[in-house]
């Protein structure tokens, strides 16, 4: 038969150094307990000022955005009333264009319509036509006289240099 009790091998023990008993032993000494934790104020304003900086913060975008809102509103209305003042003098550009009105405008300073026109061959000078002075329907309308210091002097357009200077590429 068999046998079921386990086989136990003797515990070996380790061989110990021979214990020096002068050896020193580690000092021990006592340790204050530790400081309860600090006050909670610190912490408490610290917070209390986050809150309040990002409130005025807030107060501050809101009410820049209400000048701003403000502001557009007002610019919104005046670009409309300049939007229809804008639609009002083409009107009246229009309505001042047309042929009559030009004709009326012209009769009132003392101008009258041509019967035969003339014309001036640039190249010699010479008047090709005949003309027939033009029959006046009221008085010749006289110029005022302008005092010199006032008046404004022609336009010197040919006073301006002629040279083309291009656009900087020419003669590359």
Do not use: W
Request: proline share 8%; glycine share 6%; charged share 20%.
């Amino acid at each position: 038969m068999a046998s079921t009790s386990a086989v136990h091998a003797p515990a070996i023990r380790p061989v110990r150094g021979t214990r020096n008993t002068t050896a020193a032993r580690p000092r021990l000494t006592v340790v204050a307990t530790p400081k309860a934790a600090g006050s909670s104020m610190p912490f408490t304003l610290l917070c209390t000022l986050i809150v309040t900086a990002t409130l005025a913060a807030l107060l501050f975008m809101n009410i820049q955005m209400s000048d701003a809102s403000y502001e557009i509103t007002r610019l919104q209305g005046q670009a409309q009333r300049l939007t229809e003042e804008g639609q009002a003098l083409a009107e009246t550009n229009e309505r001042l264009g047309t042929p009559q009105e030009l004709e009326r405008q012209a009769r009132e300073i003392g101008m009258v319509p041509v019967s035969d026109p003339a014309y001036i061959d640039l190249d010699t000078g010479e008047i090709i036509g005949e003309t027939s002075p033009a029959e006046q329907t009221g008085t010749n309308p006289e110029l005022a006289e302008v005092p010199a210091d006032v008046a404004v002097p022609p336009a010197q357009i040919y006073d301006e240099s002629t040279a083309y200077h291009g656009m900087g590429n020419e003669g590359a």
